[in-house]
């Protein structure tokens, strides 16, 4: 299947510092791609949906100014949380449905990022 | 995106089929329903999906009823690495469509 990858696996930062995580596309490219956010022992949660060139789409709860979302090309989203705090701490994964070649939608995850702030 | 459920949890015996059952009743005419499993700590794994026939691939069956009410994903021979959580999801087509999970089902293969 095609592939998403992650960078980096897992980070641990201090308290009120930035963390940028890259979600890329290695064999297909995304004009729009998801990042979700899952807490031990629970589902995934969509944060929200970016699309290449323009503003994400934040979920509702989501603050669009502590989790800033660039996709600036086909095959990079990144996801920066500004100003960590202990409750930020979580599992993010983004994802992007192939539309391309003998795809029919299937979603792609990446492998997802452990954040830990201290 | 029409809402889906499925049971919290379940078991099967190693070599035996996991028969997993999911109920989307409000599924609307041009969703899909798409099957993903998520081992602990990785990102999930698409399976298989359909829209009304039956599907088969390499890793699973995926049976559709004919109201397309509900749907049963089907692991042939379950081996100890299937142990994860299995999410039914129904979904429009287009990149653009995003995804939203339920609670999926604890599947736990037992040796």
């Known amino acids: 299947g095609a592939v998403v990858s992650q960078h980096p696996s897992w980070v641990i930062c201090k308290s009120g510092t930035s963390v940028k995580i890259e979600c890329r596309s290695l064999?297909?490219?995304?004009?729009?791609m998801f990042w979700y956010r899952q807490f031990p022992k629970q589902s995934l949660m969509l944060m929200a949906t970016?699309?290449?060139?323009?503003?994400?789409?934040?979920e509702q709860g989501v603050e669009k100014d502590k989790f800033l979302i660039n996709h600036a090309s086909l095959t990079l989203s990144t996801l920066t949380v500004t100003s960590a705090h202990p409750e930020d701490s979580s599992f993010y994964i983004c994802?992007?449905?192939?539309?391309?070649?003998?795809?029919?939608?299937?979603?792609?995850f990446g492998p997802g990022t452990r954040l830990t702030v201290l | 995106d029409a809402k889906t459920t499925q049971p919290p949890s379940m078991d099967c015996a190693e070599g035996r089929a996991a028969n997993l059952p999911c109920n989307h009743s409000?599924?609307?005419?041009?969703?899909?329903v798409y099957w993903y499993r998520q081992i602990h700590s990785q990102g999930p794994q698409y399976i298989i999906h359909?829209?009304?026939n039956n599907e088969t691939n390499e890793m699973a069956s995926l049976i559709i009823t004919e109201d397309r009410k509900s749907s049963t994903l089907i692991l042939p021979h379950a081996t100890l690495r299937d142990t994860a959580v299995y999410y039914c999801?129904?979904?429009?087509?287009?990149?653009?469509?995003?995804?939203?999970f339920g609670t999926g089902t604890k599947l736990q293969v037992i040796p």
């Open positions: 994802s992007a449905r192939v539309t391309e070649g003998s795809y029919h939608n299937e979603q792609f």
């Open positions: 064999d297909f490219q995304a004009t729009t």
């Open positions: 970016s699309n290449e060139g323009s503003k994400a789409t934040y």
């Open positions: 409000t599924i609307s005419g041009n969703e899909y």
């Open positions: 359909g829209l009304k």
């Open positions: 999801i129904v979904s429009s087509s287009g990149g653009y469509q995003k995804v939203t």
